[in-house]
């Protein structure tokens, strides 16, 4: 599983725990919170009533006094009421009266006169100066169908509890604004958990998004291919910028090692060629002269081998450099055409030396690429000159360029005796080299793959291959992006 998935399947459990429990924490509490509204107003109305009830009381009419017609009046009454939208055409309230000893002596629905209440928690409590309330079913059958009651002492003028007055009111009247109040918690408890999943859904792709640039930077790296370390604020950019230096140095350790290696082992054959020459022109006082042939063979030995060392070192100084790039630092336009026309100028005397001939086949209208004009030079005047060794005399040597899709393909092509098919898998190898038709002399290895990293370096690769339809000769070039 991606660790981005990981990361979002974790927070998405949070979030829905979260939202869970605090979703069931809110709508559980809307209906005991509005009960308790709707219990304190009660309680004052009960307080209320009683007071107003208690001259009628003691006087022997509660139940034809003037309280109990303007009690029964509430039946006719249009409230005419509107609550947050709810319609409320009449009171729901029943109150009803009862003496000390718990009878009902007045109840405005007139159905519970005469009977025993004393036995009920809200009058029995409340006749013995305690709060009285309670919460009972209408019918036994529906259990959810309650009614609340409330009482109030009505007490004589020596503050004796005489009677009791209950104000009741079914809890199905307040039931709309508890459901509308529960369906609006529940509505935002989604909406916020939907926000939250977004938030989760932004942030995992981002850590992932981080972590993947992270993840394919290193593959690169340890692919041996040109990368730049991501750019990114915070420890992520911290975490790049460390591993970019963790890089540097350690391919920098690897490769002296690696070049130290290679080139004290290509360095051996030249060295010894010229101790071997140095020796035998070193004759002893008492030896016969060396013929004047032989001297200048061991001599021109000598410096043959010197300029293949020096010409070692240079392409070796300018493969290095190329090498420590990551990247171009400062591309610019240049059209290959007016670049390979440079170049062919520049090796026009060799090749001529060599008994060949340079044919151009450049396509001027060619858009610029973007690139470092001096390193594409130095990587045509390469391929050049490596036609130029394995060109036979009086053979064509092919300069061309061409649009292949959105790139530019430019290559040389010789007539020599081709690549052997052993080696076509490692001539961009640095000191891989191949013996020349004349002489049997190697190269230095490095011209080829110093256009190999051109070519890297400039988004593009390098390939060679033979000429086929047995045609004698190979094909190098460089393909660079548009």
């Not at 290095?320 to 100028?345: F, M, N, Y």
Request: charged share 25%; net charge neutral.
């Amino acid at each position: 599983m991606r660790i981005g998935l990981r990361i979002f399947l974790g927070y998405f459990l949070i979030v829905a725990v979260a939202a869970f429990l605090l979703a069931r924490v809110f709508v559980a509490e809307v209906k005991p919170g509005v009960r308790q509204a709707m219990e304190d107003t009660l309680v004052d109305t009960a307080n209320v009533l009683a007071e107003l009830a208690t001259d009628d009381f003691l006087a022997g009419r509660i139940d034809r006094g003037d309280f109990a017609k303007r009690v029964r009046s509430l039946d006719g009454r249009d409230v005419g009421a509107a609550i947050w939208g709810f319609r409320k055409p009449e009171t729901s309230y029943r109150v009803y009266v009862t003496d000390a000893r718990g009878i009902v002596v007045f109840d405005s629905s007139g159905a519970a006169v005469g009977q025993d209440y004393s036995r009920w928690n809200d009058v029995y409590l409340t006749l013995r100066g305690r709060y009285g309330a309670r919460s009972s079913a209408v019918d036994p059958a529906r259990p959810d169908d309650t009614v609340m009651h409330v009482a109030a002492p009505i007490r004589d003028e020596r503050g004796r509890v005489i009677g009791s007055l209950t104000v009741a009111k079914p809890n199905a009247a307040i039931a709309p604004f508890i459901a509308r109040s529960q369906a609006v918690v529940t509505r935002w408890g989604f909406v916020l958990m939907g926000a939250a999943l977004a938030v989760g859904v932004i942030v995992s792709w981002w850590l992932s998004r981080q972590i993947g640039l992270l993840r394919r930077y290193a593959q690169a790296v340890t692919a041996g291919k040109r990368a730049d370390p991501p750019h990114a604020a915070g420890e992520f950019g911290e975490l790049g910028q460390a591993l970019e230096t963790m890089r540097a140095r350690l391919e920098g350790k690897q490769y002296v090692e690696q070049y130290v290696h290679t080139l004290t082992h290509e360095m051996k054959s030249p060295l010894a060629a010229i101790r071997g020459s140095a020796e035998l022109l070193e004759s002893p006082p008492g030896d016969a002269p060396m013929p004047d042939a032989d001297r200048a063979r061991f001599a021109g030995s000598i410096r043959r081998q010197a300029e293949r060392l020096a010409q070692m070192i240079d392409k070796l100084l300018a493969l290095a450099a190329v090498e420590h790039r990551q990247r171009l630092e400062r591309p610019e336009p240049v059209a290959l055409a007016a670049i390979a026309r440079e170049a062919a100028e520049q090796c026009a005397q060799r090749i001529e030396s060599a008994g060949a001939r340079l044919l151009l086949d450049l396509d001027p209208s060619l858009p610029p690429v973007r690139g470092d004009a001096f390193l594409l030079r130095q990587a045509l005047i390469n391929l050049l000159d490596n036609a130029a060794d394995f060109s036979p005399p009086g053979g064509e040597i092919a300069l061309r360029l061409q649009a292949v899709g959105e790139a530019q393909r430019i290559e040389v092509g010789d007539r020599g005796p081709g690549v052997p098919d052993y080696a076509l898998g490692r001539v961009f190898e640095r000191f891989y080299s191949l013996p020349r038709p004349a002489g049997g002399s190697r190269s230095s290895g490095l011209g080829l793959c110093f256009v190999a990293e051109v070519a890297s370096l400039h988004g593009g690769v390098a390939e060679l291959r033979n000429r086929g339809d047995g045609e004698s000769g190979a094909i190098a070039g460089m393909s660079i992006p548009g």
